[in-house]
């Protein structure tokens, strides 16, 4: 069984900066991607950032602002976001998926986390 929880979510004032984090448990295969997501009630869901062996994806709205990480030593995956906007309040979510060049970040989430919410203001 596949595990991934986040944490790291909360409130901050526009400008500032957060860092979630999605430890993975139960897997046991080394070729897999992770992809970050959020979710708001009006724009659904949407690929923020995703990671597979040895790239990286951004979506254009967080390009310059978000780093997606991960350390494999500890099976946690990473996502550092600086100046925030009120833009980017959502449910944040983590994947782990497999390569799938039609996906966001050519990964398609095979397993979720619960999600963290992260609410920004003005």
């Known amino acids: 069984q596949v595990y991934l929880v986040e944490s790291g979510g909360g409130s901050v004032q526009t400008g500032g900066s957060l860092k979630l984090s999605c430890e993975a448990s139960?897997?046991?295969?080394?070729?897999?991607?992770m992809v970050w997501f959020r979710r708001t009630p009006g724009k659904g869901r949407e690929g923020v950032a995703a990671i597979g062996s040895d790239t990286t994806t951004y979506a254009d709205s967080v390009k310059g602002r978000f780093t997606i990480s991960k350390d494999n030593a500890k099976n946690t995956l990473f996502l550092q976001m600086d100046s925030l906007n009120p833009e980017d309040t959502a449910m944040y979510y983590c994947a782990l998926g497999s390569y799938n060049r039609r996906e966001f970040g050519r990964c398609y989430p095979n397993y979720w986390g619960q999600g963290t919410q992260v609410t920004v203001s003005s």
């Open positions: 139960g897997y046991d295969y080394d070729d897999y991607c």
